[in-house]
């Protein structure tokens, strides 16, 4: 108990510090933002890592894509809607060009 109360303020610092640190990790870990795209013919989920996991791992990507969406696998199907975790600070530009097919 001597040994507590000698060293309170190291304690004190190094709780702060751990704190803090716990923090940042989670804070550095979850997506700047949640976008909706529309898959198009081709499209597959480590593509769409490479456009928006950032630093993140594309395995660790694909599974909050998968819990987001209550997907059972990796599989996509164009013309769905998915909602992708986006860790890049600005709003990544996903205009995209769709050519109608004749007739339409």
């Known amino acids: 108990m001597t040994l507590i109360r000698k060293n309170k303020n190291l304690i004190v610092a190094f ?5 803090l640190t716990v923090v940042l990790i989670h804070k550095l870990s979850v997506p700047q933002n949640i976008i909706e795209v529309t898959i198009v013919e081709g499209d597959t989920l480590s ?12 395995d ?5 894509v998968a819990t987001l969406n209550n997907l059972p696998d990796s599989a996509i199907i164009a013309g769905e809607e998915l909602k992708l975790p986006s ?3 600005s709003e990544v530009d996903d205009t995209r060009l769709v ?3 004749e007739g339409e």
């Open 87 to 89: 860790y890049f600070e």
């Open 47 to 58: 593509q769409l890592a490479e456009r928006y996991a950032g630093d993140v791992s594309t």
């Open 99 to 101: 050519l109608a097919e």
């Open 60 to 64: 660790r990507w694909i599974r909050e």
């Open 15 to 19: 709780s702060l510090f751990a704190v």
